[in-house]
Each structure stands twice: as C-alpha cells, then as structure tokens.
C-alpha cells in the first residue's frame, strides 16, 4: 500500500496542532519527520504521523518521553 502525503494543512488537522507549530517545528530540527519534495515543498507521511503519535503517548503527565 502506498505511503499517503500529506500538505503542512492536513498534517496539521491531522494532529490537531497548528500549521505555525509544524514550521517553528521544521526550523527547530524536526521531531515531526517531514519529507522535502522538490526546493520548496514539504509533506508529511501519514504513517510518520501515526508513529510520532504512538511514540509519544504516556500514562502520566510525569513520565519522561
């Protein structure tokens, strides 16, 4: 099954963050994976977005990541 691309937009309501978190994220080193297609475009897999999603959830607001 193909690999699903999503724009800054879309990844954005995916995780229901900001379009703004996402860039400051990209300019800070990228904890989200993005993918550089061409000089100027950015996407977002889908099943990067679902593995940042798993690798961040916790039982307590005290766990360490």
């Not at 954005?12 to 996402?22: E, H, M, P, T, Y």
């Not at 099943?47 to 690798?55: G, M, N, V």
Request: overall charge positive.
């Amino acid at each position: 099954m193909e690999n699903k691309l999503l724009t800054t937009k879309e990844a954005a309501k995916f995780l229901c963050i900001s379009v703004a978190f996402l860039e400051r994220d990209r300019w800070a080193g990228a904890r989200i994976p993005f993918v550089k297609v061409g000089a100027r475009a950015v996407r977002y897999e889908l099943s990067s977005l679902q593995a940042y999603i798993r690798s961040n959830v916790r039982s307590s607001t005290s766990e360490k990541g």
